[in-house]
Each structure stands twice: as structure tokens, then as C-alpha cells.
């Protein structure tokens, strides 16, 4: 067992942790996560349906749900940009010790400069105009770009980025986050709410940018909200070997990733909370498709609570007939996606009450997917459980056994991708929040080899925001065109039609 010193106990206090709490991660690392066992990939008719058929009328349940002021737009927007500029990075660096690049990447990004909506504020910081950019030395270019007497964007979140240009001013992803609130999000009052995840350094330039954005909207009031992400929910880092990491003597704990975020959405305490990443924006001229599928989607939602709701007063008022029961079972397969280990109603009447309302009485979301165009990353499965329940999942491919030929030819089978575009419902049936904590999946964690000053590490990231941390939910899946999934990964994506 790990000992600890009077010092390391006095810092995982501080963190608001245990010392069980940092054991129980280490033990992780030693045992391995298991990986998650696919049954099959989610496809149309089979887990995952299209809404085209109900759109007026979930088109009308949303918006009355709207009006009543109980939507929230929540946004994870705490990453850093240092990935979307890494071949500028290397670029950069390579000037510097007078060396050439050589990169596609790079020459791309250089033949298109002018028309990337961040160019006049860097021409500005060069002291030229923005046609004249083309002209101007490469490094000077990187630096004033990424550079911390430049724009920065280096050191930059994101969410302050300029990633779209119009006749007046260019836009940045949280200003994108703003116009679609008042496209979906609008109460009848004329009252928007969001809320950002954000990173202590760059709070104060969410809350500047937000607050200039703001008074250019003559009929909507934002009501936005910061969190951070909490250090109790930092893990710790270990060596290769599996010991504690230390840098000078001291535990090294890292950012758990988005996973961690859970608690954020738990402390909000929302009604019905849209989460979209923060990159994944477009332009005015785009924004109508994603507007109608948020709506869809916020309708889809209501419609299942609706009937979820309704179920669950008839088992906590009364006595629900056998047929009715079976009803709901049904419900639950058809529209929740999930199937127990057993069948929920047997011979008992009193037992198979209590098993429904266990499955019944959940937070819920919908998510949609889009059809996969190859992007790395999740995608809609059925999975079992250790105890032989089958759900609907969000998987991520680091939780798949590649090895094992049976569950690497689902993979290869999957045909839509997640696009991390979730609406979900986080109170239960007598309007009180529910706790999110209580349906997490903790052994759905990843480990990953990073390094820190050159030296190998071993670290742990918590059960996926969409993933394992929403693994006991109830869930449906719907199908979305692709052109609502336009994220901003590398620099030269913001070249794209989709973002001109």
C-alpha cells in the first residue's frame, strides 16, 4: 500500500481529497481498466432514430418548455488553444534556429492569412495593414500571433479566439455561443442562460467579452454563469512503474479532463441544459440547421419526460395494472435503450413496481449523432454491463479492445460519430435536481502515457463528461445532419466553408 507523508497528506487535504481517494486511484493504474464490452454498434432503427416525422410537434413542445425560461446552454470552454496552433508551435521554433518547417500545414496557413477573421487585429499588432500580412517576415507572423507581446493566442483559451468575420466585427466563439442562446434559448421574458467552464487565468476575459457582447443585443438579457474546474477533481500522476509521480518531493496531480466536469453540471442544478463544445460554431449564415436540431432534439427530450414523468406518478400514487407494467417495460426498450439483466417485471407485482421506477427515475438526455465521416473519436454503442444489463452508451475508442478481433469489428461496423451535442434533463419528476454524482460509472476511466519535463508519466483521466459519467442515465440517441458538427480543431480548419 502507497504511504504517504505528513506532507502529501496536508496537500491531498488541501485539495479537498482523501488519502483513500488518491490510493483508490493509483490502485487503478496497477489493475488495468476494463475495457468496455460492445454488443453491437447503434444504427438506425436500433438505437438510434431520425425525428423528421414528429418535427412539428416537438418543434412546438420545446418551444413552450422554452418560454417558460427553462433552458440553459452549458458550455465547456476551459481548454487552452495550444493544440489547434501545434504546427505553427513547431513552425515557430524552427525559424527561431534557422531551420526550415517544412509543412503543408504551415504553407497553407501562410497562403491563406489575409482571410482568416483574427488578421486585422494581427496586422494591427504588427503596425501594418491586413493586405499588407503577405508581405511580412514568417516569424514576425508567429510571433505576433502567438506570441505573449502579440495576441497571444498561444497562451489563449479557445472561447476568446476570433474565429468568424462579418461586414462589422469579427466574432469569437463565445460571441457565436450568444447569438445561437437567443436563436434557441430565449425565454419569453426575453432572458438568456448560459453558463462556461472556464479556467481561473481566463475568467475575467470571458466575463469582459461577454459583457461587451451583451449590450449589442437589444432584446435579450444574458444571465451568464463561470465555474471552474475544481481541484478536488485533479488525479494524481504516476511513474511507469506505477509509484507516485513527485516533481521536487512533491505528488504531481493533473486535470482529470472533461469528466470532471460533472461536477460543474451537478452544482447548476438546471432544468433542461444543452452542452456543446465551445468549437463547435459557425457563422449567422449557417446557424439555421443547427437551431431547428437543438429544437428537435429539446422536443425529443420533453416528449420522453413527458411519458417517463407520467409513469412514475402512476407507480408512486397507485397500483399499476400487470399490462401497464408491461407497458412501461416496453418503454423502456424501445425509447430508453436500455434492457436489464432480467426482465423488470416477473410474477412479483410489488418487485417489478420497484425495479421500474429504479430505471425510470434518472436524469435524461438525447444526443445527437451525426453519420461518421472518420473524425477520431466516441460513437453510439450497445453495451453490457458486469451485471448483464445492455444499454445505450457514448464509447470512446479508448475504451475498446482493439485486440480482441470480435470487439474491433464493431468498431469497424459503427456508422455514426459523437459530436458531443447533448440536451438532457437533470430534475426528477417532483421538480427537485437530481444528484449527477450518484450515476457516474467510475471504472469507466482512461489512462494515458504523457510526460512532464522529460520524464514519463502515467495519467488518469475521470469517466468521460458524455461517456462514463452519464453511464447511469437514461438515454436516446437521434440522428443530426453533419453540418451541425464543424469543430475548430487545427487552425487551417477555420478555412473551411464552414466557417468563412
Known amino acids: 500500500m502507497t504511504q504517504f507523508s505528513t506532507e502529501d497528506l496536508a496537500r491531498i487535504e488541501a485539495m479537498g481529497k482523501s488519502a483513500a481517494d488518491v490510493t483508490a486511484q493509483i490502485d487503478i493504474f496497477r489493475k488495468g481498466v476494463e475495457p468496455a464490452q460492445l454488443v453491437r454498434a447503434c444504427t438506425l432503427n436500433d438505437g438510434l432514430r431520425r425525428l423528421d416525422d414528429d418535427a412539428d410537434a416537438l418543434l412546438q413542445r420545446f418551444k413552450q418548455a422554452c418560454n417558460q425560461g427553462r433552458v440553459t446552454k452549458f458550455v ?69 500571433l502567438l506570441g505573449e507581446n502579440g495576441l497571444n493566442y498561444s497562451s489563449s483559451p479557445k472561447g476568446l479566439l476570433l474565429f468568424h468575420a462579418y461586414s462589422d466585427k469579427p466574432r469569437t466563439p463565445v460571441e457565436e455561443h450568444l447569438h445561437e442562446a437567443v436563436a434557441y434559448a430565449r425565454a419569453g421574458n426575453g432572458s438568456a442562460r448560459l453558463h462556461f467552464t472556464v479556467s481561473p487565468e481566463h475568467e475575467a476575459g470571458f466575463r469582459q467579452l461577454v459583457d461587451d457582447a451583451g449590450r449589442h443585443f437589444e432584446d435579450t438579457r444574458f444571465r451568464v454563469d463561470y465555474s471552474v474546474q475544481a481541484p478536488s477533481t485533479d488525479t494524481i500522476a504516476v511513474t511507469p512503474e506505477n509509484e507516485p509521480f513527485r516533481i521536487d518531493g512533491n505528488l504531481f496531480f493533473r486535470p482529470g479532463g472533461h469528466g470532471a466536469l460533472i461536477q460543474n453540471l451537478n452544482q447548476l442544478q438546471g432544468d433542461l441544459v444543452f452542452i456543446k463544445n465551445i468549437d463547435n460554431v459557425v457563422p449567422d449564415r449557417l446557424k439555421g440547421t443547427t437551431t431547428r436540431y437543438k429544437q428537435l432534439l429539446g422536443g425529443h427530450l420533453l416528449t420522453l419526460q413527458d411519458r417517463v414523468f407520467d409513469y412514475l406518478r402512476q407507480l408512486k400514487d397507485g397500483a399499476p ?30 418487485k417489478s413496481a420497484e425495479a421500474l421506477f429504479r430505471v425510470l427515475d434518472r436524469p435524461l438526455r438525447v444526443c445527437g449523432m451525426v453519420r461518421n465521416q472518420g473524425d477520431p473519436g466516441g460513437g453510439p454503442f450497445w453495451v453490457k454491463d458486469a451485471d448483464g444489463n445492455v444499454s445505450i452508451q457514448i464509447v470512446e475508442t479508448s475504451q475498446i479492445d482493439t485486440d480482441n478481433p470480435e470487439q474491433a469489428a464493431i468498431l469497424a461496423s459503427s456508422t455514426h460519430f459523437n459530436p458531443v451535442d447533448l440536451v438532457c434533463a437533470v430534475r426528477d419528476f417532483e421538480g427537485k435536481p437530481f444528484d449527477l454524482d450518484q450515476y457516474i460509472d467510475h471504472d469507466a476511466c482512461f489512462i494515458a502515457s504523457k510526460s512532464k519535463d522529460g520524464r514519463d508519466l502515467r495519467a488518469l483521466e475521470l469517466p468521460g463528461l458524455w461517456n462514463g459519467a452519464m453511464a447511469g442515465w437514461n438515454t436516446a440517441f437521434v440522428e443530426v445532419p453533419v453540418i451541425t458538427f464543424n469543430p475548430v480543431k487545427t487552425v487551417n480548419d477555420l478555412l473551411r466553408e464552414e466557417h468563412r
Do not use: C, W
Request: glycine fraction near 6%; charge should be negative.
Open 76 to 144: 465547456p470552454a476551459s481548454g487552452a488553444a495550444s493544440r489547434m496552433f501545434k504546427s505553427l508551435h513547431e513552425a515557430r521554433t524552427a525559424l527561431a534556429e534557422s531551420r526550415d518547417p517544412a509543412d503543408s500545414a504551415v504553407d497553407t496557413f501562410f497562403d491563406n492569412l489575409t482571410n482568416f477573421a483574427f488578421a486585422p487585429a494581427l496586422a494591427e499588432k504588427m503596425g501594418m495593414k491586413a493586405a499588407d500580412l503577405p508581405q511580412a517576415g514568417r516569424r514576425d507572423v508567429l510571433d505576433a
Open 321 to 350: 395494472s400487470r399490462e401497464t407494467l408491461e407497458e412501461m417495460e416496453a418503454f423502456i426498450h424501445d425509447n430508453l435503450g436500455y434492457h436489464a439483466g432480467q426482465p423488470l417485471v416477473g410474477d412479483d407485482h410489488a
